[in-house]
């Protein structure tokens, strides 16, 4: 019975660290999160609490890698 309760209050702790990790790498990739993506975006990542992090699409002719 410990080690469940061990193990319950492990993963109750690390859940914020873990949603916020998802997070901060949506903002990286200068992303959104939202709960589905419209038809010009793309699902790059996963957010917290199931959301989606969508990324608009860039149009071939303005390729900001240049």
Partial sequence: MRTFLFLFA?????APAR???FDEK?????GR??????????L??????SLK???TLQ???????E
């Fill in 44 to 49: 790059v990542a996963l957010c917290q609490k």
């Fill in 26 to 30: 949506c903002s990286k990739l200068q």
């Fill in 53 to 55: 992090c969508c990324l």
């Fill in 19 to 21: 949603n916020a990790f």
């Fill in 59 to 65: 149009p071939c002719w303005k390729n900001t890698n």
């Fill in 10 to 14: 492990v993963l109750f702790l690390l």
């Fill in 33 to 42: 999160c939202v709960n589905s993506c419209q038809k010009n975006e793309e």
